[in-house]
Structures are given as C-alpha cells and as structure tokens.
C-alpha cells in the first residue's frame, strides 16, 4: 500500500470514527497504539475535535477493585445519560510483549449498550511513550464523541503519575489492610489524587483504613483550594459508588469554576510534547547505539574493567551525537 | 570548593569505603544517588572492586511482606556468616523529591551487626537511570567488601524490569488472595522470576495460590534450564524461610554452572550503558527544550489546534538536534 491510499483510507477512517462507528474506533486505537507515521497522521486528523470529554484515570494497587468499581461506575453514568469509554491499561512484560488480558471479563454486562466502549491498551513498557500514547487514543474517543472517558490502570510509582498527567480527575482506589494505606503515603500517590476511595468498605479495618488516609491526606496537604474527597465504597454491592460520583462530578465543577481544568490541560501539553520529543530522541539514539562500532569494544573493555560505565557512555554520546 | 580538592576527598572517601567504615559507605551511596560528575568519579574509583558480590532482587506488590521475608532472610544470611547489604528503593513522589521512608524500622534489630548495612534510596521516578543509580550503589556496596546485596522494591511492571535488570537473582514474593497470582500473570512479572515465595502461607488460601502460581509456571515456562522454584513461606514467624534460602544459592549455583551468570552481567552491563547514553542525551534535551523559544509558540498553536501534538514535536526536534 503506497502512502497515498493509506493517507486517503485513514481520513475515511477518521470520519467513521467521527460518526461513532465501533469497529472504526477500534482500528484507530489500534493505529495510535502501534504508533508511527500512521498513528501520527490519525492524530493529526482527529485533533481538532479532542478535548471534548471530561478524562477521568482510576488507579490503584492489584486486587482493590479497580475493574468493579469502574464497571459501577459505568451503570451510575449511564443513568445520566451520558455515553463513557473506557481504557484499561496494562502492564505488559517487555518479554512477551503484549498484554496477557484482552477485554474485561467483568464488564461484559455492557457490551449491548452503544453508548459504552470498552479497551485494553497494552502499556509497551519501559520505552517510554505511556502518556503519549493514552493522550492519543484519549483523542480517538473524544472525536468518536464520548463525554467521559475513564483510564484504568494497575500499579504503584510511574504508572501512577503518566495517569495524573494524562486526566482531569484522578481517583485513586485503595482496600482497608495489607497495608495499602501506608505504602499509598510511601509512594507519594496521595499527592496525585484528586478523590479518594477506600474500596471493600465491608472488610474488616475499613473505617480504620479511611481514618488513616483522612489523617494522611492532613498530612500531605498542599495549598491547593481543592480539598480531595475521600468516601468508603463497596463496589461490588454498588454502595457508595454514588458518592464516589458525586466526588468526581464535583471534582470537575471545581476545575471549570477555578479556571484550573485550562492550567492544567496546557502544562499536559507541554509535558507530553516534552516526551514525544523524547521519544524521537531515542529511537533516533537506539538505532545510532546498535550501529556504533565502538560500543562492542567498550563492552569488552568494562569486562576487563579498564574502563568504567559513565566514561563509556559520555564516550558513546560524543560518538553518536557529534557527528 | 574546587575540583581537585574535591577529587582528592573522594579517593580518601573511596579507600574509606574499601575498609568498609559505615559513614563512608553511607556517604558514597548518596553521592552516586544524586548523580552528577561526583557520582561519576566515585563509580570511576570503585568500578575495579565490583562485581564481586551476589545481587538479590525481592519484589511484589505492595503489602505482601517484602520487608518482613528480608529481615528473616538477613537473620538466616547471618547464620552463614556471610555479610549482606540492602539497598530498599522506595517509589518517590516526583513532587515532594524525596522518600518519605527512612532507614527501615522493621530491621533495627540488626542495626549493631557490623556485617550488616541497610539503606533506603529514592527512586528518582520518570527522569531515568534507576537501573544504573542502583547499579551504582551495589559498586559502593561490593567495593565495601559485603557478600550478599539484596534489593527491595514495591511496585508491578516498571519497577519490577529494572530489579531484574540488576540483580542476579530475582525472588518474587506474592501473597494469598486479593488476586496477586492473576495480576502477577497479567503483569508479566512471571517471566523475570528466578525464585518464587508465596508469603503470609498462614492465611487462608495459601495453597490454593500455590497451587495457581505452579500452574501459571507451567503456562509461561521458557525453554530455559532454569525452572523457577516455589515455595510457601510465613516470613513473620520464620518458616519457610530456609526454603527460600535454599532456592537462592541454588540458583546462584545454576548460573554459575552454566555460565548464565557471565552472559547476564554482560547483558545487564550492555543495557545499563544504554541507559547511561539515553540520561546524557535526556538530560542535554530538557536544557534545549526550556531554552527553545519555539516550544512556547507551538503550545499556543497546539491550544488553538492549528497543529497537532506530533507534528509540533517533530519540528522542536529538529530546532534541537540540527543545531
């Protein structure tokens, strides 16, 4: 297929997507998935129309209930009326590559409902592009016209952050015991939270869970106006999921009311333009390293330990990036 | 003070390090966990002495007891008369910059066992270099003589890549129930594995996910010599503990044997120096993407989506590197 009628197909793709054909979406995000020229030239013809929907990231260490409490979620949203796609991202060994859950089990219940989408996103790992790549398949959805988008994912420390910088409001889902609500305040995800849910709220230990996080969150207070919510939930049984939201919903009011939704969405811009550039950094550096002669000799000479790691590497990036 | 000065205080500190006085152990891990021309020169200085000592990686996800199995595999270490280090990296907020841990409060009791060291470090999160900060820290560490180095880490996918990146011996601690055994599957963390522990095997459930974790071995089994034991433990009271134990230098012995151990290390040395080059050139481009006049315009263009977030990227990228 020559680049012309690949162009042409794509902008025909683009507008299906536009008028909310399910298999057209699923094509795009696919595209944008894999990246490159395609996924590049979707993006360019999709942007004008993004922005439109309110991204909500839900995010949480394994087995709190993440996939229960966005399925609940979904039922609570569509009683409004309003239409939601969801994204749940992975984590993928780079071994393997690709990711080992397809699309939810648990949120079969919606697969008849138009108005729902559904996705696994394969996270591609350690080679950078996370955010980059969930802002563009946010993108895809937001031109098929969804109001409300919700990012699932698993995990503690990074993935956590290219959640927030990727969302307006970031829910952060913890379980009373196993010790979650320490590790929560270890690994600085309080600060990335915009409202709080102790999830399983009919285990034993809830309330003490969520006195603690409400202590916690006295304690990594920052000065911001907006004072983050946190509620007890049981998703399964669906209670507290109204509450929950509620929380977000007010979440956005606070956003729009405060001018704050348009501070933010500038600095994601600039933070995910820093890392695309990145990005082409270093696939422009990986293919220079694997083609540059000396990196063999330097390896051998680290074995020989005549050398040490940061003099071969400063040596490398002369080589690489003088020429 | 100047450079010579400075030069001449880190040889005195790096022979301090090599009669292993504790203060000085302590000084040179933080010197080459701020990076920088120090952190170079201290690596340049002990580089000749490393890659003497065993590297154990422990990780899982939050809660399942990581730190409790390494106080009683220290306890058991101990008993060998070997002498171990542990480096606890703690995911770090990229907002407050620090590890909200400190030195870990479960291990006190070996606090005066002088052929014991323990240290928590901060894992600088998104900017990089995790694998080569910590590959550092175990050159101070086995330059200062230690047998055994044990890293510790929290977190699913990232984090988990990078243990495995540096250390010989992987051990992956899960725990019963709250669907640890789907989501290790599911994260891939099956695959970077060399010893199992299923912890907290008083709980109920524990054979059950032991029985799971066989099972998935089966599934992801890799055509290599080296099939990943799994073991029952409750670290809290100690049992189970000697398994572990038993599985480590077994392992150890495997690499060994088999030479696996030399390929790895020149593999891990081979990534590692990937990763150097990559934190040079990062650190080159966010200096010219704060000093490119350009970005500022493209960001008002992209909020006025008259361009699109790649196309902007790639202009900045060849403003930076075709200068």
Redesign the interface.
């Known amino acids: 297929m020559n680049i012309e009628s690949l162009t042409f197909s794509l902008a025909d793709l683009c507008r299906e997507v536009a008028q909310g054909q399910r298999r057209s979406i699923a094509r795009a995000l696919s595209i944008v998935e894999d990246g490159g020229a395609a996924?590049?030239e979707v993006?360019?013809l999709l942007?004008?129309a993004?922005?439109t929907a309110h991204v909500i990231g839900i995010t949480g260490?394994?087995?709190v209930g993440k996939s229960t409490l966005v399925d609940a979620l979904i039922s609570r949203i569509r009683e409004d009326n309003l239409s939601v796609a969801v994204l749940a991202i992975?984590?993928?060994?780079?071994?393997?590559g690709g990711?080992?859950?397809g699309d939810r089990v648990r949120m079969q219940s919606h697969t008849l409902d138009k108005s729902v989408f559904i996705r696994s996103m394969a996270?591609r790992?350690?080679t950078g592009g996370t955010a980059?790549a969930t802002?563009?398949a946010i993108r895809v959805l937001e031109a098929a016209g969804f109001d409300l988008i919700i990012i699932e994912t698993?995990?503690?420390?990074?993935?956590e952050?290219a959640i927030a910088q990727t969302a307006d409001t970031t829910v952060i889902v913890l379980?009373p015991?196993?010790?979650?609500d320490i590790?929560a305040?270890?690994?600085?995800?309080m600060?990335?939270g915009d409202v709080f849910v102790v999830n399983k709220g009919d285990l034993p230990g809830a309330n003490k869970t969520y006195s603690e996080i409400l202590a916690a969150m006295e304690l990594t207070r920052t000065s911001s106006a907006w004072a983050p919510p946190v509620s007890l939930a049981t998703a399964e049984t669906e209670e507290g999921v109204e509450q929950v939201w509620e929380n977000i919903l007010s979440h956005r009011r606070f956003l729009e009311r405060s001018g704050e939704l348009a501070v933010r969405r500038?600095q994601k811009?600039?933070a995910?333009?820093?890392e695309?550039?990145?990005?082409?950094?270093?696939s422009?550096?990986?293919d220079s390293?694997r083609r540059c002669a000396r990196?063999q000799e330097?390896?051998d000479s680290?074995?020989r330990?005549t050398i040490?790691?940061?003099?071969?590497?400063?040596e490398?990036?002369r080589a690489?990036?003088s020429t």
Chains 1, 2 share one sequence.
């Open positions: 996924a590049a993006v360019r942007f004008p993004s922005g260490s394994p087995g992975d984590p993928t060994s780079p071994f393997s990711a080992l859950l996270n790992g350690h980059a802002g563009d698993v995990g503690v420390g990074q993935s952050l379980m015991g196993s010790g979650d590790q305040i270890k690994s600085g995800i600060e990335i500038t811009m600039q995910e333009l820093e695309l550039v990145g990005d082409l950094a270093r422009c550096l990986q390293f990196v330097l390896l680290l074995a330990k040490d790691p940061h003099a071969a590497a400063s490398i990036f690489i990036f």
